[in-house]
């Protein structure tokens, strides 16, 4: 891992790539999902964070908030699907008076593995993000999840966050329902 990464170009390119599914091609944020190992999961991230500050800095220009209002209720609706990174940190301390509705899985591996994250990491995270959900790996592996116990907790995340676009003519059936 590089010990001083500059986000600043993959940054860039993000807001291009993400600019361009927006504008161009009309993808909703809350459909645009992100993942990463190491520093794209940072990366991704970040990005998150400087939109949610681009869209909060739109707000506040569009109109004043009310007094008496909280800043939550200021605060822009629309975010991100979901950001997974996977021992990847925050490169930045977030400040921003609101913390974004993007939620965020933080898959890592503990202390003595190579991929350990910092010991402020998660409070970063929870400084930046409303929602953030932390899942530890095996310290006795590296690199990405490797089993299926390891890829588990993501999946579940993902369950929860993916979007169902309703189709006509489609019914979910579930069972175990009485009525």
Same mark, same amino acid.
């Given at each position: 891992?590089?010990?001083?990464?500059?986000?600043?170009?993959?940054?860039?390119? @993000?807001?291009?790539?993400?600019?361009? @599914?927006?504008?161009?091609?009309?993808?909703?944020?809350?459909?645009?999902?992100?993942?990463?190992?190491?520093?794209?999961? #940072?990366?991704?991230?970040?990005?998150?964070?400087?939109?949610?500050?681009?869209?909060?800095?739109?707000?506040?220009? /569009?109109? /004043?908030?009310?007094?008496?209002?909280?800043?939550?209720?200021?605060?822009?609706?629309?975010?991100?699907? $979901?950001?997974?990174?996977? $021992? #990847?940190?925050?490169?930045? =301390?977030?400040?921003?008076? /609101?913390?974004?509705?993007?939620?965020?899985?933080?898959?890592?591996?503990?202390?003595?593995?190579?991929?350990?994250?910092?010991?402020?990491?998660?409070?970063?995270?929870?400084? #930046?993000?409303?929602?953030?959900?932390?899942?530890?790996?095996?310290?006795?592996?590296? #690199?990405?999840?490797?089993?299926?116990?390891?890829?588990?907790?993501?999946?579940?995340?993902?369950? /929860?966050?993916?979007?169902?676009?309703?189709?006509?003519?489609? =019914?979910?059936?579930?069972?175990?329902?009485?009525?």
């Amino acid at each position: 891992m590089l010990t001083a990464p500059n986000p600043t170009p993959a940054l860039e390119l @993000l807001t291009k790539v993400v600019d361009h @599914l927006t504008k161009d091609l009309h993808w909703p944020l809350n459909r645009i999902h992100f993942f990463g190992f190491a520093q794209g999961g #940072g990366v991704a991230a970040e990005f998150c964070i400087k939109k949610w500050k681009d869209q909060l800095q739109a707000h506040r220009n /569009a109109g /004043a908030p009310s007094e008496g209002t909280s800043e939550q209720a200021n605060s822009p609706s629309t975010s991100f699907g $979901s950001v997974v990174t996977v $021992s #990847g940190p925050l490169l930045s =301390y977030p400040t921003t008076a /609101a913390p974004s509705t993007t939620p965020v899985l933080v898959v890592h591996r503990p202390a003595p593995s190579e991929e350990a994250l910092p010991a402020n990491a998660i409070k970063s995270f929870q400084r #930046g993000f409303q929602a953030v959900t932390e899942t530890k790996l095996s310290a006795t592996r590296s #690199g990405m999840p490797r089993s299926k116990d390891e890829w588990e907790p993501i999946m579940r995340f993902w369950s /929860a966050n993916l979007s169902r676009r309703p189709m006509e003519g489609l =019914y979910e059936v579930m069972s175990g329902m009485s009525g």
